[in-house]
């Protein structure tokens, strides 16, 4: 083990204990995913109740699941840090959000769609920060509810996204577009024109 990893893991130690662990074993009361399907139904008079009641069961399920498969024992940043130094498989805010949205996705609602979101990807003093959005479908992001396990380390934040205390969200594709304009750009040909 090198110097590097070494302090690094020392630094890791230290500031664990200055901090409580995320409550990821904590039972989820019938009630949170009641108040979560109450505001999927309340996103439009077309939401099925029955979609909005599964797709709450399943993203407060699905999030204790990933907790469990991402070994979180951390607050956010100090588990981003295991990650990194590949101490944990993963548990970036990204790999919360792909997750969600790819587990959502496979239930095909019918009324309910999924999409992704940046926040803070515009700012050098922040650390930019991925979101899975749920909401009616044909609707945009802002109108839907924010699903984020991993601001709170494995316990499931919810709520709208005009109105997150912590985030101002921004369409996924849409920053990624500004902050790599390369990637945007059609491919250069390989062979010259005629060959």
Known sequence: MSRLSAALLFC???????????????????????????????LGPDIAPGEAERAAALAFAHT????????????????NTKVNLGLRPRGLCWHWAEDIERRLDAENFRTLEMHRAIANADNPFRIDHSTAIIGRRGDALFEGLVLDPWRLGGRLFWGPVPGDPDYVWHPRAEDLRRIYPDLAAPAPALLPAGA
């Not at 979180?72 to 588990?79: A, N, S, V």
């Open 12 to 42: 890791l130690w230290a500031l664990s204990a200055c901090v409580a662990p995320p409550e990821t074993n904590r039972a989820v009361a019938a009630e949170e995913v009641a108040d979560l399907a109450a505001a999927l139904r309340d």
């Open 64 to 79: 204790r699941t990933l907790a469990a498969a991402y070994r979180i024992t951390d607050p956010p940043l100090l588990h």
